[in-house]
């Protein structure tokens, strides 16, 4: 069983909780995975880790409440347990040799961005950090941002807050002013990570993708996961995000596939999580 040692609501829709997993902790590092269940006999969910303290055994999640299994971990308070908590997994994001990076977040997505811009930044990188969200009410993790980047942009759907517009209107600005980074690294929604690449494409500059797809086991057994990859010949390659990724080259992914299969169960997450939320209201 696994502690929720600490649990942080950031915005209505998003929640945040420390898990006392010290063998996960130990091993941990920026842009891998777990995967829980909130009950025995439960979904298993994957999950991006969102920070760890190695000497406190502590592993960080952050995660949006969509589903019903969501729903139930979000009614877990501090002190509960959840009776599975499995991970790292997947490869880590490579920072190494990075001198001058782009991190770009959306939504939840932030979540998954800022471990690796602290880890640039630990490793004396200039960071650059782009996030972006649809109102002000969504914000989440500006000032964590703010002290891991040298410079740090805040985009707002509808102007409520920072700067009114999509991540890659200043993106674009940055490029078009001849701004030079060794790598853009983007993590948020796949419409927005697309047009990310579309952006940075005409400058030839590596961007790296963090794919979040359907998972099941998390060691490349069920498939749920695969993602097709097309190379510069047109070959159309099969990877699976759970062991090759979750990273890829922005280039190389077929989008338009990933958000189709990414919609498939959209309809069946929104009927699962409000038959749980009744059933909690009932209970209650």
């Not at 690796?116 to 109102?135: Q, W």
């Not at 759907?157 to 060794?182: C, H, I, Q, R, W």
């Not at 797809?213 to 990877?239: A, N, Q, S």
Request: proline share 5%; with cysteine; charged share 30%.
């Amino acid at each position: 069983m696994f502690k929720i040692v600490s649990k942080k609501i950031l915005n209505p829709t998003v929640t945040e909780m420390e898990i006392y997993a010290p063998l996960v902790a130990k091993k941990a590092e920026p842009g891998q995975f777990i995967i829980l269940r909130v009950e025995d006999d439960g979904e298993r969910i994957p999950l991006t880790v969102a920070g760890y303290n190695r000497e406190k055994g502590l592993v960080k999640i952050i995660f949006q409440i969509v589903g019903a299994t969501t729903e139930k971990l979000n009614h877990k308070e501090e002190g509960d347990y959840i009776p599975d908590f499995v991970g790292p997994l997947g490869v880590p994001t490579k920072v190494e040799g990075l001198k001058k990076v782009c991190v770009i977040g959306g939504g939840v997505g932030c979540a998954i961005a800022l471990p690796i811009a602290e880890k640039l930044h630990e490793f004396g990188a200039e960071v650059t950090s782009i996030i972006g969200f649809r109102s002000k009410d969504l914000l989440i993790l500006e000032e964590e941002f703010k002290n891991a980047s040298d410079k740090c942009v805040v985009m707002t759907d509808d102007g409520s807050y920072g700067n009114k517009g999509n991540v890659t209107m200043p993106l674009k600005e940055m490029l078009e002013a001849g701004e030079k980074f060794d790598c853009i690294i983007t993590i948020g929604p796949l419409i927005m990570m697309k047009f990310v690449v579309s952006t940075a494409k005409p400058y030839s500059i590596p961007v790296t993708v963090s794919m979040n797809p359907i998972m099941i086991d998390g060691t490349g057994m069920c498939g749920g996961c695969r993602l097709t990859l097309i190379k510069e010949d047109g070959k159309r390659v099969t990877k699976f995000a759970c062991i090759d990724g979750p990273d890829f080259n922005g280039y190389e992914i077929d989008f338009d596939e990933a958000m189709m299969r990414s919609r498939q169960y959209a309809e069946f997450e929104k009927k699962k999580r409000e038959e749980t939320c009744a059933l909690y209201k009932k209970a209650n």
